[in-house]
Each structure stands twice: as structure tokens, then as C-alpha cells.
């Protein structure tokens, strides 16, 4: 068994930075070091007091340490992990551009009065996961032992259990609309229409080699011809491998291999495999 540092070393870059970021704030946090509401996504003061950290600081602080904080940094360590080290995996730019798309929707939607929110990380926890449930919606997840379900429907349980508990609902919902969002600008559209209107932006390619940031995803020389068939998805059930996925954004299908499931000390468990989209 590896030591937790060499754990926290394998982990794909974006996801690990996004992780230790949500948990220095609450550390910081916690420690009076800093206080919350001086990261607070608050309107006024962004365009007032030209504040503009605001804008970025309410993406890292998942409320106090607690049961739900727990829930929230294992789902980062968890789906958002399975996410860059599977569907996303050599193509670290898309999935960058993944979370800058998440959260510029979400600080749209939150400048809505009705979805207003101070923070929006647990939004984009929840994007995340959202996400995940529709690269993997036949992995079986069972919930804290109790109910088995396909992980299509794990974010509506999600949902659920903050009802039941109390907490919240408006910000997994900002949540389900981001992501929803993404998956149907980035597969849903192209498979009705064979063209993509999400692709990654060349900043976003120029930005991770430019800081070496996990694996650069090879940007293509010939200009995308919209006219073109769109590929579609290939799967085979129970096989080693990835076939050839849709284009998000880096002009070129992958061939990536399944990740084995290390998450048997997780939660939310079952065998993560695509069939579908």
C-alpha cells in the first residue's frame, strides 16, 4: 500500500490543486487566519471596491470542517479524480477548461438574485460529480451501505440527502446546471449535430505547457471542418480500454485505459467504466 504521500503525488494535476486549495482555505479558515467573509463572492464589493479576488476565492472554501465538508473534498478526490485520469486523461487542457467553464457559469448564474450565492464551491463539487455520473452512468455506486443505484442518478440522490439533512439545495442545483451545461454543448449537440460549440479555447492549450501542467493535449494543425460527420462515442462493455471519444476540444479522439478502482475506503463505491452518453 503506498503512503499518503506518494497517493497525493499520483494524483492528476487540476484536480489535486483544486482539492489542497479548498483545504487551505478551510484550514485558514478554521485557524482565524482568515475569515470568510472576506473570500465571499459579494457583487457589490467586486464592482464597487474592485475587489475581483472575490470572483476566484468563493470557488475554494466548502464551509466549515464538518461531516459535509468530508463529503465534498472526498467527492473531488474521488469523481473529479476518475474524471482526469480517465475520460480526461492526456488531455489536461480540456479538463481545465472544464472547471473555467463551470465556474464562469456558475458566477453568471449566481449574479441571477434568485441563484445568489457566496460561495460556489460546493457548486462545482457538484458539477464535477454531475459530470462524472453521465462518463459512468451504469458504474454501480452503494451509498454509505445502505441503497445501490447507477451512478446516472447519484446526483439527484446527492440532492436528496441534503433535503433530508437540511443543507442547502440551491447550490447542487447551480451545480446540475453547469454541468448539464457543459455535457450538452461538449456531447449532447455534437452527436445531434456533429458540431462542437464548446471547444477548448488556444489559451487554455498555450497555459498548460507554458506551466508544464500534466499532459499537454496536442493542438491540431488543420482547421476543424464543421461539415464533417461527427465520430460519436465507441465503447465496449467490460473491456481494457477506451475506443476513440468525442472531439471536447482538442480536435482529436484518444484512446485512453481504464483506471482501476483504488476507492474501496470511499463512500461512494462501485466499478467505473463508460457504456454510452
Known sequence: MSSPAEFYKSLPPISKAYGTACLLFTTASQLGLC???????????????????????NFFFLGKFSINFGIRLLMIA??????????????????????????????????????RSPFLGVSLVFMLLYVWSREFPTANINIYGLVTLKAFYLPWAMLGLDV???????????????????????????????????????????????????????????????????????????ATAYPAQPDRGSGAATTNPVQPDNGSAVAFRGRSYRLGG
Open 164 to 238: 433530508i439533512f437540511g443543507s442547502p439545495i440551491m447550490p447542487d442545483l447551480l451545480g446540475i446546471i453547469a454541468g448539464h451545461l457543459y455535457y450538452f454543448l461538449t456531447v449532447l449537440h455534437p452527436l445531434a449535430t456533429g458540431k462542437n460549440l464548446l471547444k477548448t479555447p488556444m489559451w487554455v492549450h498555450k497555459l498548460v505547457m507554458r506551466w508544464r501542467i500534466g499532459a499537454p493535449t496536442a493542438i491540431p494543425a488543420q482547421p476543424d471542418n464543421s461539415g464533417a460527420t461527427f465520430r460519436g462515442r465507441s465503447y465496449r462493455v467490460g
Open 35 to 57: 475569515h470568510p467573509a472576506d473570500i465571499a463572492l459579494l457583487y457589490e464589493l467586486v464592482f464597487s471596491n474592485y475587489q475581483v479576488w472575490r470572483l476566484i476565492t
Open 78 to 115: 474521488r469523481y473529479g479524480v476518475q474524471l482526469e485520469s480517465g475520460p480526461f486523461q492526456r488531455r489536461t487542457a480540456d479538463f481545465l477548461w472544464m472547471m473555467i467553464f463551470g465556474a464562469l457559469t456558475l458566477l453568471a448564474l449566481s449574479a441571477i438574485p434568485f441563484f
